[in-house]
Every structure is written in structure tokens, then in C-alpha cells.
DNA sequence: TTGTATGCGTTATCAC
DNA sequence: GTGATAACGCATACAA
């Protein structure tokens, strides 16, 4: 309700609103004897400089804004938390928006940032190719954007993620090691037949000379977690009966890999006796699975720094000076093993 | 950079500024004509209108600011979705802040978020009494404030949380019908020695006619998971030697139960055999874990939901009225039972 | 060293 | 049915 204003202070100091103004920046024209008035007058008085004018009149927000599928999962916290640690040492703020797994609802969080006046957006986009044009057109003529976690390839900007080839090559190398070459690849369904990790995986698979089988391969509706427990139970129940039974199951996700232990350990399907466990994961608490899972952790929180610091890099360049600024960073993960895949 | 406004659409139509904003609210002065022509225009050119200017001309600014102590925590995610989901329901959008668990960073926190006008408030204070005046100065004053999961008790306003004392009452009646006694109670220690769960959990104990014993609790520090794994491991390895060994555990807090569930099976200790254990915790995937886990739950969503609805409710009332809404909510927590009690 | 005037984008009041 | 103008809070160019 209240609020004190440079106004106000003015009118009751006796001096100009633009002297207040001055006196509150620390210009060199107040002399120190005013300056020290004001200053001391607006502390007594809860003075807060309001933003949105400042904003209005600056041409910028300082407010960064930020577009994630779903806060409440286990990796994209994990990165917000990156960013959000990256973005204490500077002067932007942020605004968490969902998208949902929707592309709709994803234009509409960009939409509604921008009438924010944010500076700029870092985005994970719901698919590879969502809003392509829409985006395209917003990171040239409104605000520079930056893509973290999966890409859209086309936008002409820069993309921060993970080394998906080198992560795959990792697990699956290690089940080769430990003999576990019938693998069941659980996947999301959001990206198509030919997302960038199936193809990776694919290609993995080639180079180790291990041929690709369709059955061998689930790929599941993420947007539900009741579907996707009952569509990774189904197949492996159907699998498991089959006459070429898996031995091992690489999960694409956090939740497709956790989710999947729980499912074989009331299945009472041994892991890893029978079946071995590995997969992209960021739990913080692997230990305490069951059992303790052997995964392919991402740097999450580095994810979520560096795009934070290139984008406020952009922010800080000349517009038509960003393209060659422009980059692809792919951090590598690392696979760290426990008792899923420790025969 | 760019981003039309309505001087510019003005200008392109020959129209004056009024009119057009006129238009664009569909304001019954202006003829359907007009108002189609701008309309189209503003389309098409994807004007944006500018939330800034709005909300320095009206006075508000349609934003609830939210601060939590970590956003990268499965209770406070599960809290920040229920909270997102109710505000598609308004105009409102969130703007969110950590505290970190830090007194200080709260307070900072929410002056980030008074300078940039938010309309109202939501928090989960640090500890029970963190920034009592200020929060009451800023509720009074300037916006209201609601407060969820933890409460500052001496704060005049609407509180949203879960009904403690029942749902440690379910977990050790469960306890005591299968037989488990000498419990280990682990809880943090932000919120002194007499914070209201350990409160509750000791009169809980009276009730049941079981005696409190110091040595079986454990107050550790949220603060870093190393510590905490450590001060767990170490306190269980001591009472296990003792004489009096504890044949359960009671975990307050979601890290605390799964990290506990992790420590013993690294430390080969059973689990419901020799020690059963339940604790508070939200993790979704609660049958991945070693083994499943008995948990009281709390209704995440519902108390983000709600606070966000209570909020709304209360910036809808004029303010000399609001006090008359204050009240406090405290949800049913319900009990799930796994093998992590089941003999 | 201080004050006046103007504008950021919008809406509301009042006049035409 | 439309337009001119002031105001929201602040910063700045310019005047004094």
C-alpha cells in the first residue's frame, strides 16, 4: 500500500525529485552533505527504488526468464538451482515459467516473459523442433535466447547440454564389460522416432557392433507416470516371456530409469542377477534405490550456470555482434557404477 | 529490441493513442470498425502490451512473489507446481526466490520481490521466528503475506501446512501395532531444539505412553548432505553397539528418511528386520526405493494450491477488511505403508 | 550544486 | 466516436 517514493522524499526534504534521484545514484553533481540526508532519509523510510519504473524508463528489466518443462523433476531443479547460483553474482533476477510438455503452453511462457520486459530467455525446449519460426523470430528481434538440455537444432543460438553420444557410449560400454548385450532402451515419446538420443543410441549400438532390435526398444508417454509404469511393465512382462529375454535396461531419463527399478522389484525380477540397470539419472540419493543404481549423471548444475553466464554475455554485447558469439557446449557426463549394473 | 507500442500502431492507423488503447480493451467507445482495424493491426504485428507500463499505471503489478528455502528439494517442487497450476486459474504469475535457509537471504528475498511490486506473498519461512517484525511491517504495509509448511507463528495472517501432530501420530501408532518401540527420531536442526515437530513428536511419544530418551534423537544439519549422511551413519553405528539398540527410525523430513534408507543398507543393517523405517517424505517413486518405503505424506500440491487461492482471496479484499480472512489450514497427511515396515 | 522538463508505455479523465 | 492530456516512479539532458 505504501511505499515511499523519490517524490516524497523530495517533498519532505525540501529538493527536487531529480536531486533525489541524483542523491539516491551517488552522482558526482549532489554535493555529500545532501547525498548523506537523503540516503539516511530513505533508509529511515524503507525507501525501495520501484523497479518497474526504473525498468520502464531504462529499456531493461534486468530480469532474466527462464522456460522449463516441469519444476518438480528431479534434473530440471537441479539445473534451475545452477541457475539460479549463477545468477546471485549479477543483477538479473528470474522468472520460472512451465511449459508442460506442451508446445502451445511453451509459446505462451515465452509470451507472457516477454510482456515482462524480460532481457532475455533461457529455454528448454519441449521438442526439437517446437515453435521453430516463433523462436527464431523472437531470439532476432525481441531478446536473445539461450537453449539448454535439448536443442532446437535450427535456432541460431547458444546451446548448452550434454555429451548425449559420449554418455551412451559410456553405459553401454560397460554392459558390454559385464556381458549384458540384450538391452532394453526406455525412451521418451515426445521427440519423435528420431530424437537425438535414439539416434545416438543407434549409433552407439553400430560402432559396438551390436545389432539394433525394434522390440528392443520402448518408447513411453512422459507426460503421465501411471502410463509409463504401466508401459514399461507390459514390455518387460511380454519380453521376459519372449524367447530372446533382455538382460539389461538403459533408461533415457531420471524417471524412466528410477521408475523402472521399482516396477522390476515388485515384478521380483532380480537386478542385477537378471536384469542389470543403468541410465541417464540425477538422483542425489542412488544409495538409497533398489537397489543402488548405476547411472549416467549429467553436470546439472553447470548446465544451468553456463547458460545463465553465456546468455547475460550476450545481454552484455551489441546486437548484430551476438551471432558470432553464438555456440555449442557439450559438457560430458559421467557414469559412476553401483550395484544395478555390479554383477 | 524492437516490440511495436501503441504510439507506433497509432501512428501507422492515424489514430490517437487513446483510441487505440481504447480499442485494444474493447472499450464500448469506440465503433466495431475501428476497433476491428486495430485489433487486426495489433495482430499482426504482434503487439505486445507492456506489463511494465501496465502495472506502473494501475498501481499493481499481477505478480506473487514466492520464496523458498531451495527450489531443488521434492517437497518444495511438488508445493511450487501446486502453486503454478492454481495461478493459470488467475491473471497472476510467480516470480521465485531461495532463501537458502538463510534469515538474511529471506529478507532479502522478499525485497527483491517488493521492489519490483509484487502484489502479494508467499512463504515458507526459514525457522519459526525469522524476521518477525519485518514480515509483520510488510504484511501490515505493504502486501499481504501468506505462509505455508513452516510458520512463523507470531505472524497475523493466513497459514497453510499439514496437521504434524496426527501424522507423527499415525506413524507411531503403525510403529507401535508392529511392535517397534525404540525409535530413532532424526529431524533437523534449523529450527532449534524446540521447534514444532519435535514438539509434537514429544507429545506424541506421552500420549502413546512410550518415554522419550535424548539419545534417540538426532537433530542434524540440513544444510549439507555430506554432514548429514555422516552425523546418521555415526549416531546409528553408536546406538547399534549400545545396549539399547533402536529397532526404528523416524525420519521428519524427506532427505532424511531416504538418506537414512541409503545408510543402512551401505551399513548392511536390515530393513524392516532389524530396523523398520518411516519417516515424512513426498518422493514419488517411493517403491524404487530399499526397500519401498513406508511414508506419512503430505499433501504437496494441495498446499500450494491453496496458498496461492488464499492469496488471491486476500488481494481481492480491501485490506482494512483482510484480517477477518486470516485463518489457518492444516491438511491431513495420510500414511502409506511399504516394506519398509512390514515384517 | 541544484532544479526543470521530458519521456518510457499505458490508462483514465475529460473535452471535442 | 475520437482525441488531447495527465499521471504512474524514475532517470537524464539541460538550464540555472
Same mark, same amino acid.
Given at each position: ?124 525446449p519441449?521438442s526439437e523442433n517446437s515453435n521453430t519460426?516463433?523462436l527464431a ?10 537453449l539448454?538440455?535439448r536443442f532446437n537444432l535450427s535456432l541460431k543460438t547458444?546451446k548448452?547440454g550434454?555429451?548425449e553420444?559420449?554418455? +551412451?557410449? =559410456?553405459?553401454? $560400454? ?6 549384458? @548385450? #540384450? ?6 515419446? &515426445?521427440f519423435g522416432?528420431e530424437n537425438s538420443?535414439?539416434n ?95 547411472? +549416467?549423471? =549429467?553436470?546439472? $548444475? ?6 545463465? @553466464? #553465456? ?6 554485447? &551489441? ?7 553464438h555456440?555449442t557446449?557439450l ?13
Amino acid at each position: 500500500m505504501s511505499n515511499i517514493t523519490i517524490k516524497e522524499i523530495a517533498k519532505a526534504l525540501g529538493l527536487s525529485v531529480s536531486s533525489i534521484s541524483k542523491a539516491l545514484n551517488d552522482s558526482y553533481e549532489i554535493s555529500d552533505e545532501t547525498k548523506k540526508r537523503v540516503v539516511e532519509y530513505a533508509k529511515l523510510n524503507n525507501y525501495r527504488p520501484n523497479r518497474l519504473a526504473k525498468s520502464l524508463k531504462g529499456g531493461q528489466s534486468n530480469t532474466i526468464g527462464i522456460v522449463v518443462c516441469s519444476i518438480n523433476n528431479i534434473f530440471v531443479s537441479q539445473i534451475l538451482d545452477g541457475i539460479q547460483k549463477a545468477s546471485y553474482e549479477t543483477d538479473y533476477d528470474i522468472v520460472i515459467m512451465q511449459s508442460n510438455e506442451d508446445v502451445n503452453r511453451e509459446k505462451e511462457s515465452i509470451e507472457a516473459l516477454l510482456k515482462k520486459g524480460v532481457d532475455g530467455i533461457l529455454l528448454a525446449p519441449v521438442s526439437e523442433n517446437s515453435n521453430t519460426e516463433y523462436l527464431a523470430d523472437v531470439n532476432e528481434n525481441i531478446c536473445p535466447i539461450v537453449l539448454f538440455d535439448r536443442f532446437n537444432l535450427s535456432l541460431k543460438t547458444t546451446k548448452i547440454g550434454v555429451n548425449e553420444s559420449k554418455g +551412451i557410449m =559410456q553405459a553401454l $560400454q560397460h554392459l558390454i564389460r559385464i556381458d549384458r @548385450k #540384450k538391452i532394453l532402451f526406455i525412451t521418451g515419446d &515426445q521427440f519423435g522416432e528420431e530424437n537425438s538420443r535414439i539416434n545416438s543410441y543407434k549409433k552407439a549400438l553400430k560402432t559396438l557392433d551390436i545389432p539394433f532390435n525394434p522390440k528392443f526398444m520402448l518408447s513411453c508417454n512422459l507426460g503421465n507416470n501411471d502410463l509409463i509404469d504401466q508401459q514399461i511393465s507390459e514390455s518387460i512382462k511380454n519380453l521376459m516371456k519372449s524367447s530372446i529375454k533382455p538382460n539389461a535396461i538403459f533408461g533415457a531419463t531420471d524417471v524412466i530409469t528410477i521408475r523402472t527399478l521399482g516396477i522390476l522389484a515388485q515384478m521380483k525380477i532380480k537386478v542385477p542377477d537378471e536384469i542389470a540397470v543403468i541410465g541417464f539419472s540425477n538422483f542425489d540419493m542412488p544409495n538409497s534405490l533398489n537397489p543402488s543404481l548405476s547411472t +549416467i549423471r =549429467q553436470p546439472t $548444475q553447470e548446465i544451468g550456470f553456463l547458460a545463465l @553466464k #553465456k546468455l547475460i554475455n550476450l545481454l552484455a554485447t &551489441q546486437q548484430h555482434k551476438r551471432r558470432a558469439l553464438h555456440e555449442t557446449i557439450l559438457l560430458d557426463t559421467s557414469i559412476e557404477l553401483r550395484k544395478s549394473t555390479n554383477l
